[in-house]
């Protein structure tokens, strides 16, 4: 097949992206149609003058977002079903009568999806970040408190719930926060939310005529960056060590409000040390400022104790705590929720009940159930049992396949991040040569992640391992090395330089 691309080789965006773009409105526009093939990588650097790397990272940059799909030998191909979401978001763009569309966004939206492009096209072996597992869902307990919610109570499903969420619901998390992260809330400190990124959006529109400007983790979740993004505000990207966010540069000025993951920095997983954690707190005291802090997985730690919160810790009400639970129970059920200082309550309630008039009842009704009944904390238990297995089992894995290899976050959370030894090519490609593999291995840039400065590191791969299973990971990672070992140097071979590598 042969493409029409308009390729500005002195435009500030970059070759892939333009190629990305272009290729995306094709298949939007219903010129690439599903089924075809498009044309190989080696080409399409032929025929536009590029590097076959630029064209490879191009190709799974569309396979991520799950444009196309990658056929082994035979090649990459329109996949059969588009991301249907975004079909529709650029037809009602069509449709607008009061001028052109915007122009394409080069801002995947995969990590608003458990699995980019809805799972019908994942690798078997992937190791893509934050998704639960499947078999774990604790669906007999699920199903007979729906069951008995439903014969006691099916009138609650005509009305309307309160916008801050079902008071039941509230209490329990506030009991749950109380116990298993060191937080002093009550229900009237709870707002219910559809899933953690609804929590941030609450708190950012909550603090934004008090904000003078943003400052977030950099790298930093995809997500909060597309939220701090859509703000005319001024945005401060700070840097993160091995302790966390560096908090002496952090803006002396008054009126910030931060946005941090301090128990499993996400992406790279490191843990903010207490020091780094209180000087957070004096800033946040000295400059009038707020904190958004994101514990998204915190419910899974397995080596050392529990942790006390960031919101834990604050006494002078400058912690905003968001949480979900998306990673422990479900995504599906969509429930996350925003604990906030209790003067700023009513306030929040009132913009909830202006964002929506509340959650639905009998997934509330259940959630709170599951959780003064002691399911919860069971369920938790098993869940750490389960992933621990698979993250000892992953780091082993790599142990074995990888000399000493540099791991970073693997003592809590769901993903881990492995930075590639020297001489190794660079993550987006070890990432594409994965995927011909039938490993699903991810880049920062490609795994839910996002650098302000562009930056984002080349040499580190996060890995999640929550949904596969401990013959899955010693398969995948065997895989990896096998596909790393031959032309990409490994850690008992002499490794090329990164110049070799096509850096």
């Known amino acids: 097949m042969e493409l029409t691309l308009a390729l500005d080789h002195g435009s500030s965006r970059s070759l892939q992206a333009q190629i990305c773009e272009q290729v995306r409105a094709l298949i939007l526009d219903g010129r690439l149609r599903a089924g075809m093939a498009l044309p190989p990588s080696r080409l399409l650097a032929e025929r536009f003058g590029i590097s ?31 991301p249907d979401a975004l079909i529709l978001i650029r037809n009602a763009q069509r449709a607008e009568p009061n001028g052109p569309p915007p122009e394409a966004s080069s801002e995947p939206l995969l990590c608003f999806a458990g699995s980019p492009g809805g799972g019908g ?41 309160d916008p801050a969420g079902l008071p039941e619901l509230r209490r329990a998390i506030a009991d749950h926060l109380g116990r298993a992260r060191g937080m002093r809330v009550t229900e009237d400190q709870i707002v219910v939310t559809a899933g953690g990124q609804e929590a ?7 603090l934004q005529a008090h904000t003078r400007q943003l400052c977030i983790e950099n790298p930093c979740y995809l997500g909060a960056s597309m939220l701090f993004g859509s703000t005319s505000l001024a945005i401060h990207p700070i840097p993160v060590d091995e302790e966390g966010v560096q908090t002496d540069r952090l803006p002396a000025a008054r009126g910030s409000l931060l946005y941090v993951t301090p128990s499993h920095q996400f992406p790279t997983g490191v ?41 834990g810790l604050d006494r002078s009400r400058r912690v905003f705590y968001v949480g979900t639970f998306s990673k422990s129970v479900g995504a599906g059920l969509r429930v996350g929720f925003a604990a ?53 089992a992953l780091v082993a894995a790599l142990n074995e396949q990888f000399d000493a290899p540099t791991i970073s976050g693997a003592d809590s959370g769901l993903h881990l991040a492995w930075r590639l030894p020297r001489g190794f090519p660079s993550a987006r490609e070890v990432q594409v040569m994965a995927r011909e593999a039938g490993v699903g291995a991810y880049a920062l840039s490609s795994g839910a992640a996002f650098d302000f400065n562009g930056e984002a590191a080349e040499d580190t791969l996060v890995l999640g391992y929550s949904s596969l299973d401990e013959r899955q990971i010693a398969t995948a ?19 090329p330089s990164r110049s070799a590598a096509g850096r």
């Open 52 to 82: 076959r790397n630029t064209a490879l990272i191009a190709y799974e940059r569309l396979i991520s977002e799950g444009y196309a799909e990658a056929r082994g030998t035979a090649g990459v191909f329109v996949t059969s079903i588009p």
């Open 121 to 161: 096209d994942r690798p078997a072996l992937d190791f893509w970040v934050g998704r639960s597992d499947v078999a774990s869902f604790p669906l007999k307990t699920w199903r007979r408190i729906v069951n008995r919610l439903l014969s006691d109570g099916g009138g609650y499903l005509t009305d309307y719930c």
């Open 200 to 206: 941030l959006n609450l708190v950012l529109n909550l």
């Open 271 to 311: 843990l903010m040390t207490l020091a780094r954690r209180l000087a957070l707190l004096r800033w946040a005291e000295e400059t009038d400022s707020f904190i958004i802090e994101d514990d998204y997985d915190s419910d899974f730690r397995y080596d050392g104790p529990p942790l006390t919160s960031l919101a």
């Open 340 to 392: 906030t200082p209790r003067l700023m309550w009513d306030d929040a309630r009132l913009l909830k009940a202006r964002m929506s008039n509340g959650q639905s009842w009998l997934e509330q009704a259940a959630l709170a159930v599951f959780i003064n009944e002691g399911h919860f904390d069971r369920h938790l238990r098993r869940l750490r049992q389960v992933y621990k297995s698979r993250r000892d």
């Open 477 to 495: 990672v065997s895989k990896l090395r096998s596909v790393l070992s031959p032309g990409a140097g490994s850690a008992h071979d002499e490794a």
